[in-house]
């Protein structure tokens, strides 16, 4: 059983600062990416911000150059530093993760995807 538990949403005015944290627990193994997703009132969930077990990373365009994404592996977990805040960033933010296993017993490679509960980012003056 695997768990992701996110902490460090809230609300903060329009220019300010926030940084969410994703820790994940259980039985992890194989771990290729972990990342960050968001979804605001009547709009799909979209790709904020992802970061790879090498370290590679990939931001949303509107994201860019305000959001930093980086991650622990030692403790498994991903953080989303996010500056510049503005009121159209307003969602609930999703942590995921994502990897692969060799089931001996399935003779392949075996894909997983989780995610959290989600914790809402609210920017309004």
């Known amino acids: 059983q695997v768990q992701l538990v996110e902490s460090g949403g809230g609300l903060v005015q329009p220019g300010g600062s926030l940084k969410l944290s994703c820790a994940a627990s259980?039985?992890?193994?194989?771990?290729?990416?972990m990342g960050w997703y968001r979804q605001a009132p009547g709009k799909q969930r979209e790709l904020v911000a992802v970061?790879?077990?090498?370290?590679?990373?990939n931001y949303a365009d509107s994201v860019k150059g305000r959001f930093t994404i980086s991650r622990d592996n030692a403790k498994n977990t991903v953080y989303l530093q996010m500056n510049s805040l503005k009121p159209e960033d307003t969602a609930v933010y999703y942590c995921?993760?994502?990897?692969?296993?060799?089931?001996?017993?399935?003779?392949?490679?075996?894909?997983?995807?989780?995610w959290g509960q989600g914790t809402q980012v609210t920017v309004s003056s």
């Open positions: 995921n993760l994502q990897g692969k296993y060799y089931s001996g017993s399935e003779r392949s490679w075996m894909s997983y995807d989780y």
């Open positions: 259980g039985s992890i193994f194989g771990i290729t990416a």
């Open positions: 970061i790879t077990r090498g370290s590679s990373t």
